[in-house]
């Protein structure tokens, strides 16, 4: 046998190919057979497999654009050390930044907040271990593969030759083949449960756990009907529901007003400014998603002490109990 017969095979990744490569592999994890759950092994996998696909394909749309949108520093990158991969690349962030600010690419806001729930859990993954429901995870995976799968099409596949294009083309055909398997049973899961929460449409709202609009308030324990993910702490829920939903931290402002406020009726912290329920979508209402009233039009009144609390009609001062204790002390 000659010496070049014996060589080993070269690895040639090239950047579409190797992000659709990631993405079979997370098929392959997650479509199990009906009635089958993937193990703790595939779901771990799986989201470490899809992160990496999802730098990998929007990153490859940016290096399209320009090289150096790729690096995390631009103005001190080099082609000599871009062609070497000597170079720190930009984040996942930043990248879904670039793309949408400086090479025009829509990104769709719900992708976007599908991108960015995949990169916590590759996140809780790689420093203190990920604890989530596998329908959770199934739902977020299937979420952000629709968001890839139509990002490919659009500003990707454009952009290959002929030869990568059929590459691709078969690629995607076996992902999308295996994704009807993971959306088949978010589908029939969804399907379950509509009937019961049919008549919850007004205290129903998206989970920040599997991002699906089955988490019913009330009862004093939030939980969420698809992924079966209970509240023991309201508060907890408002705090998840606002800034993961929301995007609002705790320090935010809704007209000088927390995002998160204490319920006149039940009195726990857990009154959300800005719920949108099943509901009242695409608007929004003021929701305790700890006893599931409705504030919307209950007379509440700003604490004029400008901490952001809002305070019964018929509380006995204009301002908080916290602001007066602060307004003495500073005396």
Avoid at 65 to 70: D, N, P, Y
Avoid at 99 to 104: D, S, Y
Avoid at 154 to 165: F, K, N, Q, R, S
């Amino acid at each position: 046998m000659s010496a070049t017969s014996q060589q080993r095979p070269e690895l040639r990744f090239p950047p579409v190919e190797n992000g659709l490569d990631y993405l079979v592999d997370v098929t392959n994890r997650l479509a199990t057979e009906p009635g089958v759950d993937p193990t703790p092994r595939d779901l771990k996998y799986a989201v470490r497999s899809l992160q990496d696909a999802t730098e990998t394909l929007l990153k490859a749309r940016l290096q399209h654009e320009h090289w150096a949108l790729v690096v995390a520093k631009p103005d001190g990158a080099t082609r000599a050390a871009f062609a070497k991969g000597d170079f720190l690349s930009c984040t996942l962030t930043e990248a879904m930044g670039r793309l949408q600010k400086i090479a025009a690419v829509k990104l769709p806001p719900k992708g976007v907040a599908a991108v960015k729930r995949l990169a916590r859990d590759r996140n809780a993954l790689a420093h203190w271990g990920l604890t989530a429901n596998a329908a959770a995870i199934e739902a977020r995976a299937a979420a952000v593969l629709d968001f890839l799968l139509v990002f490919l099409d659009a500003e990707l596949l454009p952009g290959l030759d002929a030869a990568e294009t059929a590459v691709a083309e078969a690629t995607m055909n076996v992902v999308r083949s295996q994704l009807r398997g993971i959306n088949a049973y978010v589908d029939k899961r969804t399907n379950d449960i509509r009937p019961g929460l049919a008549p919850l449409t007004a205290v129903t709202v998206e989970c920040p756990e599997c991002a699906q609009p089955t988490l019913v308030a009330g009862d004093g324990q939030p939980a969420c009907r698809f992924c079966l993910l209970a509240w023991l702490d309201p508060a907890g829920a408002a705090l998840d529901y606002a800034w993961i939903v929301r995007g609002q931290t705790p320090d935010d402002r809704i007209e000088g007003l927390l995002p998160v406020q204490v319920c006149p009726t039940c009195e726990e912290e857990a009154l959300v400014l800005e719920a949108a329920t099943v509901a009242a979508a695409p608007d929004t209402v003021r929701l305790c998603l700890g006893c599931g009233t409705d504030h919307t039009d209950t007379e509440l009144h700003a604490c004029e002490g400008g901490c952001g609390l809002l305070l019964p009609a018929d509380f006995a001062s204009s301002v908080c109990d916290n602001c007066t204790t602060a307004a003495w002390e500073g005396f």
